[in-house]
Structures are given as structure tokens and as C-alpha cells.
């Protein structure tokens, strides 16, 4: 992804900014991420059981969808020039629309919300993220991301 200035990035609020790789959820992430957190609902790590859920079989977790957002936020969105130090700020916002099915590909797509500036060398980004599932209409995630960067 290429550097811009963060005058350039504040003209494009409004608009998207960047659309990530996409990333393999397969079985062995998902059974890795029950393992870090403590999480091994069967509808995760049992595919024999999770066959007879509604989703027919293993799912990731909402959550390891949402740890995602980390890598396709670097690799999605463009770099601001000067940027001393970038840090997640939380969200305002996240919703889990659907279910990530073991063996699924998903990406993260960016429109910029807003830059606030928040004092001198300081500015909080606003980013509406959509994460996608390859092959499907309906979104994983739906997510206002808050990045707060200071500048040099």
C-alpha cells in the first residue's frame, strides 16, 4: 500500500481507501485461536458435531474474525507520511452478520469515516470496515474501527 499525506487522506473521507488480501480461515486457525483463548465450543473445533448445526459444520469465532481486522487493516489501508506511531483505539461499533464457515477466505474492505484532529501531531481515524466472505453477499463483520496516529 502507498505512503499519502494526511491532507490527501482527509480529502478522501467518504470513500473507500483500500480493500485488504485475503486471509484463509481454515480449520487449523480456528483450533489455534480455541487454544489462546480458552474458547472450544464445539461448533468451532468438532466438525463431526458441528455437522448437525444449522451451519452444517465448523465456524470461526466472532472474535477471531474481529482479531483479523489487525493484519487487513495493515494491509488495506494506505500509510500516512510522517507517522510516528499508529495504534488501535477500539471501535464505536461492531456487528457479527454471518458466520465464517471453516475453510472460507475473508477480507477486509475500508471506507474512511472521518479524521479528527486531536491536538498538534495527533489525529483519531474513523475507518467503516467490511469484512467480507469470498463467495458470499452477506458480511462477516460490519465494524467503525478508530485508529489514533501520531505524527513525528
Known amino acids: 500500500m502507498s505512503e499519502i499525506s494526511l491532507d490527501a487522506l482527509k480529502a478522501l473521507v467518504g470513500q473507500e481507501i483500500g480493500v485488504s488480501r485475503w486471509f484463509d480461515v481454515g480449520q487449523d486457525r480456528i483450533d489455534k485461536f480455541a487454544d489462546v483463548t480458552e474458547d472450544h ?41 510522517g507517522t510516528q506511531m499508529a495504534v488501535n483505539y477500539g471501535f464505536d461499533r461492531v456487528r457479527m452478520m454471518s458466520p465464517v464457515r471453516a475453510g472460507s477466505r475473508v477480507r477486509g474492505r475500508f471506507v474512511l469515516n472521518e479524521v479528527v484532529d486531536r491536538g498538534p501531531g495527533e489525529v483519531l481515524i474513523k475507518t467503516q470496515v467490511t469484512v467480507e466472505i469470498d463467495g458470499t453477499e452477506k458480511p462477516a463483520l460490519v465494524a467503525e474501527a478508530l485508529g489514533l496516529t501520531r505524527f513525528s
Not at 42 to 70: M, N, Q, Y
Open 41 to 81: 465450543q464445539f461448533i468451532h473445533v468438532d466438525p463431526e458435531r458441528a455437522k448437525a448445526t444449522p451451519f452444517g459444520g465448523t465456524v470461526a469465532h466472532g472474535f477471531l474474525t474481529l482479531s483479523l481486522l489487525a493484519p487487513m487493516m495493515f494491509d488495506g489501508q494506505p500509510r500516512v507520511q
